[in-house]
């Protein structure tokens, strides 16, 4: 291989202290990085058994977490978390863990394919060079008002790429989507965001330094958000501080792993989170002597406790909790701004920390400054995405490129997307797995899988200070798959003209290093006087970041001015389904260990047990023993679950921790493709929901009914835990 840097060479270069050993070569596709694949003739630096380690990003969630990869003899072993890197600081999740199994799994499309029938699953290969040329002829031949790109939440440097490659051409930027940041209320959070503080990103919850945090539906131990950053920051919050044990208080329907490590867990009725915080605003403003206006002014806290099921008594009791201590903070999560009422749930709720003054404070609420490579897309909203599907169905839409997520598995069957993208002549998936949107393209060219990849982060979720986070490949691409931004430019270059010149990059190396030269210079975790040196030590650090924790404090004044504006007459949550047919609440959540539902074709994490029920390689619909003795069903039944937009079968899990008038199903499962793990495996409850929104567009992912009606048939789930030990005699009869 030419230009090989040897390990004596490197590391005279960059000098002690590496987290991870990185060699680097020249720009050409083929050769430059060093040889990572399993080894006939060993080069110098590498001896038989001894480990390689390198710094990359996690790709199995938009957290953007830094890992360090054990490679022996060219073969990637072991995932951890990178120490140096301040969101993941040494941790990761099982997904990240898991990254390994996406890198070797057998079902992984070993090249670029043609579907003559969309749906068949019967692929032709075809070489690289044709499908570079079906994309330049696509780039070429099309008005570019009729070409659109949908991304998912991972790769922002691909996502930076396409929206230089669309402005030049005068293209519609690309649409980002993922379940994820859907179920998360993302946008919802944004939203209130600006107009509170009149900053366009997500807001960080210093709940390390708190001594009293009250969670509204924020589930941060599994997959609000950044799970793993926010986990740490738990666990800083219980034993950081010596003599201080912080105090967890959790408002939801349902208990989540961080609703069962609360001190205090609250089954709220769905869609009343806005009431509760309402409530406990004006008892704090009243505790602590300040006037009330506005949002917080002329609250009923009897009718609060009434319509929330969360008694006056304990309402009096938590305002005093929060009014006394002296680093308090409120979170906003994504079970209370779920709702057609979110955004105002979201509001009344970030008032709680505007009355105390804890903005910008230690155990408070910050944001994050602007990235160095600018702002993380944000997540279109549902009004953008059926705006699109409009589109599609006009006939307007002539070409889609689909990269990073899989929107017919995603979004709910009833946004019509699935039936819009027929309308499309000619679909193109980057996806390294069949999944059930790629099964529906024309063409398949598929990406290399995250531990094969290069590229960069933006982080947006949480972090203490500005991120951007690296991904290098730690061994050789495992199939004939190509980066998505090499096939983007390689098409750009081929077309030539103003186009290639205003994107002049050779191939995704050059494209990232030339975003990457605004850091030359800048003073942060290390300095670098020159292009190469930031090079190097970009890919051996695992990124860039300030040395230190930099936050911006939210403007006080001016949110005070908005909640005095806001009436506190607050608009109730609204359902889809009448209830007296649907007399159920819906919850759904993300797999803490599937996520979105792309961990599905994974077996470490299908064999893993969900950490509230223990249940694994299946899904399952939780239901409260009360309402299992009404149903007349017990453990192991299969019900319909049945909403006004469709109707799935499920496995009951009698769990005690669930409201009566509510039943919840994990995303993940329900998968028709994806590969062998994956396929015809328990229930996608996404396909339940109605179409309502929230007033930022968003989609109201808990503002839809159901009803459940006993199938007769049974199928014993999975799980690892005694039920015996779990319930005791009290539901001894659900099981004879």
């Known amino acids: 291989m030419s230009q090989q840097i040897s390990r004596r060479e490197f590391l005279k270069l960059l000098g002690a202290g590496a987290v991870t050993t990185a060699a680097l070569s020249g720009c050409a596709s083929a050769t430059r990085l060093v040889k990572r694949e399993p080894y006939t003739s060993m080069p110098e630096y590498t001896l038989p058994g001894t480990s390689t380690y390198y710094a990359t990003t996690c790709r199995e969630c938009p957290a953007g977490c830094g890992l360090v990869v054990r490679t022996v003899e060219g073969r990637a072993i072991k995932v951890e978390g990178n120490p140096a890197h301040p969101v993941s600081q040494g941790h990761t999740c099982a997904r990240g863990q898991a990254s390994v199994q996406t890198l070797y799994n057998p079902d992984r499309l070993q090249n670029a394919v043609r579907q003559a029938q969309r749906g068949s699953g019967k692929f032709d290969p075809m070489p690289w060079d044709e499908a570079i040329q079906v994309v330049q002829d696509a780039l070429a031949n099309n008005d570019p008002d009729s070409i659109a790109f949908l991304l998912g939440l991972e790769s922002d440097h691909l996502a930076d790429l396409v929206n230089e490659i669309t402005a030049a051409m005068g293209a519609r930027a690309p649409y980002r989507f993922g379940a994820l940041g859907m179920l998360d209320a993302r946008n919802t959070l944004v939203m209130a965001n600006v107009l509170l503080f009149g900053h366009p990103g997500l807001p960080v919850f210093d709940i390390a330094h708190a001594e009293v945090t009250f969670s509204f539906g924020a589930n941060f131990t599994e997959t609000w958000l950044s799970p793993v950053f926010y986990t740490g920051a738990y666990g800083n919050m219980r034993k950081g501080t010596p003599g201080q044990r912080g105090y967890l208080v959790q408002f939801e329907p349902r208990m989540s792993q961080t609703g069962a490590n609360a001190d205090e867990w609250y089954p709220i009725k769905p869609g009343t989170e806005a009431l509760v915080a309402q409530a406990l605003g004006a008892l704090v403003a009243e505790e602590i002597g300040i006037p009330t206006e506005g949002l917080f002014a002329d609250v009923d806290v009897a009718a609060a406790a009434r319509e929330s099921g969360v008694s006056e008594e304990d309402l009096h009791r938590l305002a005093m909790m929060?009014?006394?201590?002296?680093?308090?903070?409120?979170?906003?999560?994504?079970?209370?701004?779920?709702?057609?009422?979110?955004?105002?749930?979201?509001?009344?709720?970030?008032?709680?920390?505007?009355?105390?003054?804890?903005?910008?404070?230690?155990?408070?609420?910050?944001?994050?400054?602007?990235?160095?490579?600018?702002?993380?897309?944000?997540?279109?909203?549902?009004?953008?995405?059926?705006s699109l599907v409009e589109k599609m169905n006009s006939g307007k839409i002539k070409v889609l490129f689909i990269h990073g997520c899989n929107p017919v598995f995603e979004l709910p069957a009833a946004s019509g997307f699935a039936d819009a993208l027929q309308n499309v002549p000619l679909v193109v998936a980057f996806s390294s797995f069949p999944d059930e949107t790629a099964l529906q393209a024309d063409f398949i060219l598929p990406d290399h899988t995250g531990l094969e990849a290069w590229g960069y982060q933006k982080v947006s979720t949480a972090s203490d200070r500005i991120t951007l986070s690296s991904l290098q490949p730690v061994v050789v691409p495992v199939q004939d798959t190509r980066a998505t931004a090499d096939v983007l430019l390689a098409a750009v270059q081929a077309i030539g003209g103003d186009l290639a010149k205003q994107v002049p990059y050779e191939n995704e190396v050059a494209f990232i290093k030339a975003k990457l030269e605004v850091l030359v210079g800048e003073d942060g975790y290390y300095a670098a006087s020159d292009a190469n040196t930031l090079w190097a030590r970009w890919l051996q650090v695992g990124g860039w970041w300030d040395s230190d924790a930099l936050l911006i404090a939210p403007d006080l004044t001016h949110a005070v001015e908005v909640l005095q504006k806001q009436p506190s007459a607050l608009p109730a949550a609204a359902f889809s389904g009448d209830e007296a047919e649907y007399p159920l609440h819906l919850l759904v959540y993300p797999s803490p260990n599937l996520g979105d539902g792309r961990g599905a074709n994974n077996p470490w994490l299908q064999e893993t047990p969900d950490p509230m029920t223990t249940v694994m390689w299946n899904s399952w619909i939780e239901i409260s023993p009360d309402l299992a003795l009404e149903l007349g069903v017990c453990d192991d039944d299969i019900v319909r679950v049945t909403s006004p937009a469709g109707s799935v079968e499920a496995v009951v899990y009698v769990y005690p921790a669930i409201r009566p008038d509510t039943v919840a199903i994990?995303?993940?499962?329900?998968?028709?493709?994806?590969?062998?793990?994956?396929?015809?495996?328990?229930?996608?409850?996404?396909?339940?929901?109605?179409i309502q929104k929230d007033a930022s567009g968003n989609l109201a992912f808990a503002a839809t009914r159901v009803k459940i009606e006993p199938t007769g048939r049974k199928h014993q789930l999975a799980r690892m835990e005694d039920r015996v030990g779990v319930y005791g005699d009290r539901y001894g009869e659900l099981y004879r």
């Open 322 to 386: 929060f009014a006394q201590s002296q680093r308090r903070v409120a979170i906003p999560g994504a079970g209370a701004l779920g709702h057609t009422n979110g955004l105002d749930a979201a509001k009344a709720i970030m008032g709680l920390n505007i009355l105390v003054e804890n903005l910008g404070k230690s155990g408070g609420v910050s944001l994050m400054p602007e990235s160095a490579l600018g702002n993380t897309q944000m997540p279109s909203t549902l009004n953008d995405l059926t």
């Open 666 to 690: 994990p995303v993940g499962q329900g998968h028709t493709a994806l590969g062998r793990y994956a396929r015809n495996r328990g229930c996608n409850p996404l396909q339940l929901l109605d």
